[in-house]
């Protein structure tokens, strides 16, 4: 353990500390995620950048500009006010901290989300359609209120689609909201935009979600919602307490990723009653970066 760490934290446990869980992620499990692909089918599951809009959170408005004009030989993009957590994204290490430091006592400079990138990211990806199944089992979720999503019906979740989850495997949460935000006119949009209006489904932020992903052994989760666990924030976050991101980003090393395009995904493996497939992505190769888009591919 490194000292100073956080109770329950895994500080120390990898050689690779800025890694995190994705120490996981082996030639072996590569191998293995293999085996979820059957058909060769591919399901993207980035959003277009700036689809969100406007930006969650209050993040800043991105500007595409285009140089030159359609004669000119070359023509480059500008970004401009660009938020590499404006669409699809993972949340890096360097996002948050715990009161005692970034994920296992390292600088959040050494946190930078090239790391990630130099790793790469394949695994096999678990789909949990918890929208599908509280709707099948008749009691629908609301996308537009705080749903907790907690232990016992992930697992009731996992048992109706007879999935288990193994070491290295990334949970994808499929909460119904990013379905409910692509239907939804400019004005709920601009409404859902408001940190004081926005709501969303996720997981319940507290202690024994975070063990139970911790022992289902997942090299990652992400989500179709705006923050992964449920929002509005539980009471205590102004504290540091009941807030997933300080749990499995600062203390865990667990990556996260927020409105990720999991519907055609869950669609086709509704439909052939398979829920895994093998999971691409390739972060940003940004020093030093916070975040990154997602650059994920669901291959069945």
């Given amino acids: ?7 329950s934290s895994s500080w120390g446990l990898w050689s690779d500390q800025a890694l995190g869980a994705l120490n996981s992620l082996t030639p072996a499990s590569v191998l293995s995620a ?17 689809f969100i809009d406007p930006p969650l959170f209050g993040r800043s408005e991105s500007e595409h500009v285009v140089t030159g004009t359609d004669t000119d030989l070359a023509r480059d993009d500008l970004l401009n006010g660009w ?35 130099r790793h790469g990211i394949v695994a096999r990806g678990v789909v949990v359609d918890i929208a ?31 999935t288990t989850l193994r070491e290295g ?6 909460t119904g909201w990013l379905d409910w935000y692509k239907k939804a006119d400019q004005s709920l949009r601009d409404r859902a935009a ?25 090299s990652a989760v992400v989500a179709d919602n705006p923050s992964v666990e449920v929002w ?25 990723g927020e409105l990720w395009n999991l519907d055609d995904l869950a669609e086709a493996c509704a439909a052939d009653s398979r829920w895994d497939a093998m999971l691409v992505s390739s972060p940003l190769a940004l020093p030093k970066g916070c975040a990154s888009p997602a650059n994920a591919m669901a291959i069945r």
Avoid: K
Avoid at 34 to 50: T, W
Avoid at 198 to 211: F, I, M, N, V, W
């Fill in 34 to 50: 293999i085996s979820s692909v059957r058909h060769g089918d591919l399901y993207p599951l980035d959003l277009p950048q700036r």
């Fill in 83 to 117: 938020n590499t957590q404006g669409s699809s994204h993972w949340d890096g290490f360097r996002h948050i901290r715990d009161p005692r430091g970034f994920f296992g006592g390292i600088p959040g400079s050494e946190h930078g989300v090239e790391t990630w990138s």
């Fill in 169 to 174: 495997d990334v949970l994808m949460l499929r």
């Fill in 232 to 256: 509005p924030l539980l009471t205590g976050a102004a504290e540091g307490q009941g807030i997933l991101h300080l749990r499995l980003l600062a203390q865990l090393g667990i990556p996260m």
């Fill in 132 to 162: 599908r199944f509280c709707a099948d089992t008749g009691d629908p979720i609301n996308p537009t209120q705080p749903v907790c999503i907690d232990v016992d019906l992930l697992e009731r979740a996992l048992a109706a689609q007879s």
């Fill in 1 to 7: 353990m490194v000292e100073g760490a956080p109770e």
């Fill in 194 to 218: 408001s940190r004081e209006f926005l709501r969303a489904p996720g997981l319940l932020a507290d202690e024994s979600t975070a063990r139970w992903l911790w022992d289902s052994g997942v």
